[in-house]
């Protein structure tokens, strides 16, 4: 079992940046791919980020990639997504996820955390 706590959304204007931060709880979570998912409203939850265990190899959605960075720090059990040069359709509900197998999310889900993104 994996718990998940995300923080560190807001309400940032365009161009901006903001880090989110996801802690785990659960002795396997240096195991797991961990990732980050997106809900704007009206549409579907999408994959954004994810890092493989060995807290280096990552893959992202096109549309961030470049702009966004996902980290992890296995001794802390945390997993981080920065992202910078945000825009307006960036807006959403973000969700740490555990145990993704690609991109498609493990059985583990935070209580999700808004960005919303201004023009």
């Known amino acids: 079992q994996v718990q998940l706590v995300e923080s560190g959304g807001g309400l940032v204007q365009a161009g901006g940046s903001l880090r989110l931060s996801c802690v785990a709880s659960g002795r396997t979570f240096s195991s797991y791919t961990m990732g980050w998912f997106r809900q704007a409203p009206g549409k579907e939850r999408e994959f954004v980020a994810a890092i493989r265990s060995n807290e280096y190899s990552t893959y992202y959605l096109g549309s961030v990639r470049g702009r966004f960075t996902t980290s992890r720090d296995n001794a802390k059990n945390m997993v981080y997504l920065q992202m910078n040069s945000l825009k307006p359709e960036d807006t959403a509900v973000y969700y740490c996820?555990?145990?993704?197998?690609?991109?498609?999310?493990?059985?583990?889900w935070g209580q999700g955390t808004q960005v919303t993104v201004s023009s």
């Open positions: 996820n555990a145990d993704l197998r690609g991109v498609r999310p493990g059985d583990y």
